[in-house]
């Protein structure tokens, strides 16, 4: 039986195709596809550029998804229907000269953009994400970093983008294997027609991708996100599509407004907590399928199809490819180029520059690279080619990361500081200094602004309140032998941001120093589910886990004095939102707190400390060293109400205290990001070390005068 979406082809074509690969044929363009192609691009960069106007624009690689699905199951039953298996040789050449040419010249572009214009402390990572960007594997890598919460604020890097490339690249090389085997080879005797075959295959591995994607964004995520697993059932939708039945109902062009519609809903109405991509993803990758299925029929009709033609949407789609490539790296490098932060005007620069570069890149790199006769006629030399290329990005991304390290200082953490009476937060109410408006040194950060680091005193994690890969505690021993008080210091991130001052305080006072930490996690007593928005069942469950644990370690352990901070500012508290879940927070604080305190134990709580990417652009600082005022922020916004000093004034505990520093960020009207010439924070929301140990006398000041920990 012939295969009704298929022409037969002769015997000497067919053997012809077999024997030798053949240059690309022009073949004719959808315009409903190109349309969608433009719809998706735009969603994707305006949510790129403003991501407050445009919160669901991520929809668009979603869409992207599903047409590269239709397109490439299309194409491979047409030559399974003609030949019975796939050249796949000539079809993997035809995807590397379609998609590697400019992705690598992107990608080298952008090297030397990093190299030229970003601070050597990005180098390094942009490089690894570089390397892996050419090797089509930052989809893995985006997925390993969004576990580690530490990496949460490591500014972007200039090709995170490229996240869904890999995705793409990695569904060309499994998905015509899967059809040959599993449309063919596995039924070669079965009488059931070719297409039913395969669209019982794709059915079963879409299903079970979508299931897999639904459980996972559920449980994980962050890592969901990215994993190719939960993507491939986007790519088996358009697959599906590929494989039905023409359209020949009446009414198509409404069909394919409505997939529109559902496509800019999405876009418009999502937002960075929608769980995605599981099944809220259902509604741009089933718009794109009424689209792509109804398309053929809406091409000579009504208003539908003057508007996938029209010229500039035509265009848009046209050079989506190269758009996508160049967009982001743009948005990265050129406020540092030209030293201004990426405001509107910025913003509107970076899509203009981005069209040009994707214009120059169509018809420079993309066009001319399928059609150059040395590769076009040879397999081995499209897959040479593409080899060569790879290696010459990974080289670049190895000069990159020695270049880095041998730029950056190696003064040890553990330094003597610098002391002046303008310098730092000892210049804040000191006469004659200008606490927030002297120029910063460098803004860039190095080993010695580490808020994480750890001295040897600390030795390895200890066995308990460990959870799999999760290791959280540490015993750090500054007794040298002497008798010495027992301190805990305990929370988030935002706990070990101070722990450079406890540590010099720790050493000075001879104590036994236990520290355990959990990113994004409250010590608290409360239903966490997320930090900043909902984390997955899974990790939500082992935090909680770990609150309630660590409280009861430190209570049976019952130290002298127990320190914790957080970021509960931006700790999520299930059903519960604005006053509630300050009242809420409290609450569940003081349980631990009071339980501490029945044993025995002081409790110093530290202020989180002011907003910073929440109130300013990360690079604010770097582009104003000479007028770190400019990065000033209402005190108002940066340090608003924080649940930890509400949860002070409501215990009425007298063995409950608060270590406030908010003045030494800050002053009655405003809070900034360097105080006495050295930058406040080390990323986007973490103190920078220096500034830390610099507070230590503070500290230490504010503990002798509430607990008897201080010797």
């Known amino acids: 039986?012939?295969?009704?979406?298929?022409?037969?082809?002769?015997?000497?074509?067919?053997?012809?195709?077999?024997?030798?690969?053949?240059?690309?044929?022009?073949?004719?363009?959808?315009?409903?596809?190109?349309?969608?192609?433009?719809?998706?691009?735009?969603?994707?960069?305006?949510?790129?550029?403003?991501p407050a106007r445009l919160t669901g624009g991520y929809v668009g690689v979603d869409v992207f998804f599903v047409i590269s699905g239709y397109l490439i199951t299309a194409h491979l039953v047409r030559e399974?229907?003609?030949?019975?298996?796939?050249?796949?040789?000539?079809?993997?050449?035809?995807?590397?000269?379609?998609?590697?040419?400019?992705?690598?010249?992107?990608?080298?572009?952008?090297?030397?953009?990093?190299?030229?214009?970003?601070?050597?402390?990005?180098?390094?990572?942009?490089?690894?994400?570089?390397?892996?960007?050419?090797?089509?594997?930052?989809?893995?890598?985006?997925?390993?970093?969004?576990?580690?919460?530490?990496?949460?604020?490591?500014?972007?890097?200039?090709?995170?983008?490229?996240?869904?490339?890999?995705?793409?690249?990695?569904?060309y090389i499994v998905w015509p294997i899967l059809l040959i085997i599993g449309g063919c080879w596995l039924w070669r005797r079965s009488t059931i027609s070719l297409v039913l075959r395969l669209g019982i295959v794709v059915a079963l591995v879409t299903a079970a991708s979508f299931v897999s994607s639904v459980i996972m964004t559920a449980l994980h995520p962050q890592e969901a996100y990215f994993v190719t697993y939960t993507r491939a059932w986007e790519f088996g939708v358009g697959a599906l599509v590929a494989l039905a039945p023409s359209a020949r109902f009446r009414g198509r062009a409404i069909v394919s407004i409505i997939g529109l519609g559902a496509i800019v809903a999405a876009a418009i109405a999502f937002?960075?907590?929608?769980?995605?991509?599981?099944?809220?993803?259902?509604?741009?990758?089933?718009?794109?399928?009424?689209?792509?299925?109804?398309?053929?029929?809406?091409?000579?009709?009504g208003v539908?199809?003057?508007?996938?033609?029209?010229?500039?949407?035509?265009?848009?789609?046209?050079?989506?490819?190269?758009?996508?490539?160049?967009?982001?790296?743009?948005?990265?490098?050129?406020?540092?180029?030209?030293?201004?932060?990426?405001?509107?005007?910025?913003?509107?620069?970076?899509?203009?520059?981005?069209?040009?570069?994707?214009?120059?890149?169509?018809?420079?790199?993309e066009l001319p690279a399928q059609r150059l006769g040395f590769w076009t006629k040879s397999v081995r030399a499209s897959f040479l080619s593409m080899i060569a290329g790879m290696l010459a990005i990974s080289l670049l991304c190895v000069g990159l990361v020695l270049t880095a390290r041998s730029e950056a200082p190696t003064t040890s953490?553990?330094?003597?500081?610098?002391?002046?009476?303008?310098?730092?937060p000892d210049a804040v109410g000191e006469p004659g200094c200008d606490p927030f408006g002297t120029p910063v040194d460098t803004a860039v950060m190095s080993s010695v602004n580490e808020y994480f680091y750890t001295p040897d005193e600390c030795g390895d994690f200890i066995g308990p309140l460990s959870y799999g890969e999760t290791r959280t505690t540490h015993v750090c021993d500054f007794s040298n032998g002497a008798p010495t008080k027992r301190v805990w210091l305990v929370g988030d991130s935002h706990a070990q941001q101070w722990q450079g001052a406890i540590f010099d305080l720790a050493r000075e006072n001879q104590w036994e120093l236990s520290i355990s930490y959990y990113g994004g996690c409250p010590v608290a007593d409360i239903d966490f589910v997320g930090f900043n928005s909902e984390w997955g069942d899974s990790d939500a469950e082992?935090?909680?886990?770990?609150?309630?644990?660590?409280?009861?370690?430190?209570?049976?352990?019952?130290?002298?004095?127990?320190?914790?901070?957080?970021?509960?500012?931006?700790?999520?508290?299930?059903?519960?939102?604005g006053a509630d879940?300050?009242?809420?927070?409290?609450?569940?604080?003081?349980?631990?707190?009071?339980?501490?305190?029945?044993?025995?134990?002081?409790?110093?709580?530290?202020?989180?400390?002011?907003?910073?990417?929440?109130?300013?652009?990360?690079?604010?600082?770097?582009?104003?060293?000479?007028?770190?005022?400019?990065?000033?922020?209402?005190?108002?916004?940066?340090?608003s109400s924080d649940p930890l000093m509400m949860a002070v004034k409501a215990s009425n505990n007298p063995n409950v205290f608060a270590i406030d520093l908010t003045d030494k960020f800050c002053d009655a009207d405003a809070c900034y990001a360097a105080v006495g010439g050295?930058?406040?924070?080390?990323?986007?929301?973490?103190?920078?070390?220096?500034?830390?140990?610099?507070?230590?006398?503070?500290?230490?000041?504010?503990?002798?005068?509430?607990?008897?920990?201080?010797?």
């Open 80 to 171: 399974i229907a003609a030949s019975g298996t796939v050249a796949f040789g000539a079809f993997y050449a035809r995807r590397i000269r379609r998609l590697i040419p400019a992705a690598l010249v992107v990608l080298a572009s952008v090297s030397l953009g990093v190299w030229l214009f970003l601070p050597y402390s990005r180098w390094e990572d942009n490089a690894i994400q570089i390397a892996a960007s050419g090797a089509y594997v930052e989809n893995w890598v985006l997925a390993a970093l969004s576990v580690n919460y530490s990496a949460h604020n490591d500014a972007a890097s200039a090709v995170q983008h490229y996240w869904s490339l890999s995705v793409e690249e990695q569904f």
């Open 413 to 424: 953490p553990e330094a003597p500081l610098e002391v002046g009476i303008c310098l730092g």
């Open 542 to 577: 082992q935090c909680n886990r770990w609150s309630d644990e660590v409280a009861d370690y430190i209570e049976e352990d019952a130290p002298d004095l127990v320190i914790t901070s957080m970021a509960a500012r931006d700790q999520l508290i299930d059903g519960a939102t």
């Open 271 to 301: 937002t960075p907590l929608t769980p995605f991509p599981g099944y809220w993803a259902l509604i741009p990758v089933l718009g794109t399928a009424l689209v792509i299925y109804a398309g053929p029929g809406v091409e000579a009709q």
């Open 581 to 639: 879940a300050s009242e809420a927070f409290a609450e569940g604080l003081n349980s631990y707190w009071t339980r501490w305190t029945a044993a025995g134990t002081d409790v110093a709580v530290i202020a989180d400390s002011p907003h910073n990417i929440a109130v300013r652009p990360g690079d604010c600082l770097l582009m104003n060293e000479e007028t770190p005022i400019e990065c000033a922020r209402p005190r108002a916004v940066a340090a």
């Open 304 to 365: 539908a199809a003057k508007a996938f033609a029209f010229r500039p949407v035509q265009w848009v789609g046209d050079v989506s490819y190269s758009l996508y490539l160049w967009h982001w790296p743009v948005l990265v490098i050129l406020p540092f180029a030209l030293s201004r932060e990426a405001d509107t005007a910025m913003k509107v620069s970076v899509l203009a520059v981005s069209l040009v570069l994707a214009w120059l890149t169509r018809r420079l790199v």
């Open 678 to 711: 050295e930058p406040i924070y080390y990323d986007h929301d973490h103190l920078n070390l220096v500034i830390v140990r610099m507070l230590a006398d503070d500290i230490g000041a504010i503990i002798s005068s509430h607990s008897g920990a201080m010797r």
């Open 1 to 50: 039986m012939k295969n009704p979406i298929v022409a037969p082809q002769s015997r000497v074509i067919r053997q012809r195709a077999e024997r030798s690969p053949q240059p690309d044929r022009i073949r004719k363009i959808r315009p409903d596809v190109q349309a969608l192609r433009a719809v998706a691009i735009t969603a994707v960069v305006l949510n790129h550029l403003f």
